[in-house]
């Protein structure tokens, strides 16, 4: 595991520690079946603690996230076990949280990224822009323009 996966892993503890649910959009992109297996974990929901487990690795609180997710955080309190669209953009922010770590190679480092203008998102606040698909999509392409030094 990389040091950036490292310090994401919400579960961390003993290598025969199960990780998170939510880990596995962290975890090996390019693995076989790695896309239909979350799928699954979509269409099964997210468990509350492991979306608590989630904010609690990124040094986050839920109330940052109440304009992104497609419902309250006074719904999500109520829920054991979330739909599969408030699903969908918890593993959304898992996989751009872990791209953005790994590019930056430190949480703080990302953070501050995202919630600075970035002339390539026309002078938006990426973290602003995450309320829509489209919106991840475009931070997305950002954080690996960064990667790639294709930065304008």
């Known amino acids: 595991m990389s040091s950036a ?3 994401l892993n919400p579960s961390s503890g003993s ?3 199960k990780y998170s649910p939510l880990w596995v ?3 090996v992109k390019d693995a076989p079946g790695y896309h239909l297996e979350l799928i699954d974990r979509i269409r099964n929901g997210v ?3 492991d ?6 690795s ?9 304009n992104i997710l ?6 999500m309190q109520k829920k054991q076990v979330y739909g599969r669209e408030t699903s969908e953009r918890i593993y959304e922010l898992a996989r751009l949280f872990g791209l953005g770590y790994e590019v930056f190679d430190s949480q703080i480092d990302f953070k501050q990224w995202l919630l600075t203008p970035s ?11 995450l309320d829509s698909s489209l919106g991840f999509e475009m931070v997305s392409d950002a954080i690996n323009r960064i990667r790639y030094n294709v930065y304008s």
Not at 58 to 66: D, H, S, V
Not at 70 to 75: E, T
């Open 58 to 66: 990124i040094g986050a609180t839920e109330k940052e996230f109440e």
């Open 5 to 7: 996966a490292e310090k």
């Open 47 to 49: 468990k509350k603690s």
């Open 25 to 27: 959009a962290y975890n």
């Open 70 to 75: 497609p419902v309250s955080i006074s719904s």
């Open 15 to 17: 290598s025969s520690e």
């Open 119 to 129: 002339k390539a998102l026309g002078d938006k606040i990426p973290f602003d822009l």
């Open 51 to 56: 979306w608590k487990g989630f904010i609690t």
